[in-house]
C-alpha cells in the first residue's frame, strides 16, 4: 500500500513542495524581522497546521516558543458552521505575550474569527496570524498578516490537510475531487 496510488479522487497539485518551501522561508525571514524585539508564542491550531507550523518553526531566526490548542467545529465534517468547541487548550497564560496563530487554512474564516475573539479574551500584547492558504473570495481578516498563498476554493489535501485523516503527510497540496468524507 502506497500514500497516493489507487485513488482516483485525489486531484492536480495546487502548491508543490518546492512553492511551500520557497514561501515558508520568506515568511519566516518576514517574520523574525517584524518579531525582533518581541519573539513570538507559536500558536498551532491542531491537527492541520503541525506541518506547517513544523516548517515555519524553523524559518524563523528567534527564539520563539511554542503552544496549540485543538478546536473541533459542529456540523458536517467539511463545512465548518461557525460554532466552535475547544478540544484542547493552550498551557500559556496568553496575558502579554505576543501570539502569533498558525493556520494551515482559512476557508469561510469563521473558525479563525472565533479562535481570534477567544484568544483577543485572553489579553496578549498582540495577536496575529499566520495562513499557509486563504481561499479566494473571502473577505479579508485584518488580523491575517501573514499570508502563503491564496488557491481557489476547491477542496484540498495534503501538507497537513486531510480527507477523513488522510493524506497530511503528503508534501503538497493537492486538489480532491471525491466525496469529502469517504469511509
Ligand atoms: P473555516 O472555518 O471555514 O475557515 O474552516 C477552517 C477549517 O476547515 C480548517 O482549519 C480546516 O481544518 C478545514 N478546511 C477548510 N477547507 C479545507 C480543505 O480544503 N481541505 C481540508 N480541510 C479544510
Known amino acids: 500500500m502506497t500514500l497516493t496510488t489507487d485513488d482516483p479522487n485525489l486531484g492536480p497539485v495546487v ?7 520557497d514561501r515558508t522561508k520568506e515568511l519566516g525571514a518576514r517574520i523574525a524581522v517584524d518579531y525582533a524585539a518581541r519573539p513570538p508564542l507559536l500558536v498551532g491550531v491542531l491537527k492541520g497546521a503541525f506541518v ?10 528567534l527564539p520563539v516558543e511554542f503552544d496549540f490548542m485543538a478546536v473541533a467545529s459542529y456540523g458536517s465534517s467539511t463545512r465548518t458552521s461557525g460554532v466552535v ?12 505575550r505576543h ?8 476557508d ?9 475573539r477567544n484568544l483577543a479574551a485572553r489579553h496578549p500584547a498582540s495577536l496575529a496570524v499566520c ?10 481578516v485584518d488580523e491575517l498578516a501573514y499570508v502563503g498563498f491564496r488557491i481557489p476554493r476547491d477542496f484540498v489535501v495534503g501538507y497537513g490537510l486531510d480527507v477523513a485523516e488522510r493524506y497530511r503527510n503528503l508534501s503538497c497540496v493537492r486538489r480532491y475531487d471525491g466525496p469529502m468524507s469517504p469511509g
Open 15 to 21: 502548491v508543490s513542495e518546492e512553492a511551500i518551501r
Open 52 to 61: 506547517f507550523m513544523s516548517d515555519l518553526a524553523r524559518a524563523i531566526d
Open 85 to 96: 468547541r475547544i478540544v484542547k487548550d493552550l498551557d500559556s497564560d496568553l496575558t502579554g
Open 99 to 106: 501570539v502569533l496563530v498558525v493556520e494551515d487554512i482559512v
Open 108 to 116: 469561510s474564516g469563521l473558525t479563525l474569527a472565533f479562535l481570534l
Open 131 to 140: 495562513a499557509l492558504l486563504v481561499k479566494e473570495l473571502e473577505p479579508s
